[in-house]
């Protein structure tokens, strides 16, 4: 059974183009996240949802907008697509404990979707 | 700022014997840190964590060491093995909702 799942696992597209990557997790966790790894394996966080709000937004092109449909659900749309953009993207997904929104569990990722911009 | 670094960019070891991967990180207010191992074409997996008011925690041929005091942490791995070879991450939570992710280091495991 999958914990975390992304698709697609590759995607190849043209610059300018508009893509999407979904994500979901069946751990009833209630925190999700969006993460990029370039191509010295640096991972930084994009975005985290809780329970479907927003609550990290890094530094990002607002041209990458996710969108969280349900508490299983992160997905992230990126329009206008360059070449700076290909990487791979993990989604990851945690349980937040307690009110003060600071994780002390393990975030759990999925298998990562290689995004390639010609 | 916040900054979580590790000292070494590759490691290579005999097979059997064990490994130490270490990581510094910069923000004292960090008060859980991780170990995540990444096999090629993967997702970061879990190793092991350790919360800030322990300096040792062991599990199955791992344990992380974290010493507050110089903002200093490392993973051993005893008796590697070939499928030990991976890039591994240190992470912290900076007290903060998100972990931020030192850069890796890829540890080699030579037959």
């Given at each position: 059974d999958t914990a975390v799942s992304q698709t697609p696992k590759y995607l190849v597209t043209q610059m300018g183009n508009d893509k999407s990557i979904k994500c979901e997790q069946n751990l009833g966790h209630d925190t999700m996240y969006w993460y990029k790894q370039?191509?010295?394996?640096?991972?930084?966080?994009?975005?985290?949802?809780?329970?479907?709000?927003?609550?990290?937004n890094?530094?990002?092109?607002?041209?990458?907008?996710?969108?969280?449909?349900?508490?299983?659900?992160?997905?992230?749309?990126?329009?206008?697509?360059?070449?700076?953009?290909?990487?791979?993207?993990?989604?990851?997904?945690?349980?937040?404990?307690g009110t003060s929104g600071v994780s002390y569990n393990e975030q759990f990722f999925g298998p990562g979707t290689r995004l390639t911009v010609l | 700022g916040e900054n979580v670094g590790l000292h070494l960019p590759t490691l290579s070891v005999q097979e059997g014997d064990n490994s130490i991967i270490n990581c510094a990180y910069s923000n004292s207010a960090s008060d859980y840190f991780i170990w995540y191992k990444q096999e090629s074409g993967k997702g970061p997996q879990f190793i092991i964590d350790i919360r800030s008011n322990m300096d040792k925690r062991q599990g199955q041929r791992v344990t992380?060491?974290?010493?507050?005091?110089?903002?200093?942490?490392?993973?051993?791995?005893?008796?590697?093995?070939?499928?030990?070879?991976?890039?591994?991450?240190?992470?912290?939570?900076?007290?903060?909702?998100?972990?931020?992710?030192?850069?890796?280091?890829?540890?080699?495991?030579?037959?």
């Open positions: 370039d191509s010295k394996k640096f991972l930084k966080i994009m975005f985290s949802y809780n329970n479907k709000e927003l609550i990290i890094e530094t990002v092109p607002n041209r990458f907008s996710p969108k969280s449909p349900d508490k299983a659900h992160l997905n992230l749309h990126i329009n206008s697509l360059e070449l700076g953009d290909s990487a791979v993207y993990f989604c990851a997904s945690s349980q937040v404990s | 992380v060491l974290l010493n507050k005091t110089v903002k200093h942490l490392s993973l051993q791995i005893a008796a590697t093995q070939p499928g030990d070879s991976a890039v591994y991450f240190c992470a912290e939570n900076g007290n903060t909702g998100k972990l931020i992710f030192g850069q890796g280091t890829t540890l080699q495991v030579k037959p």
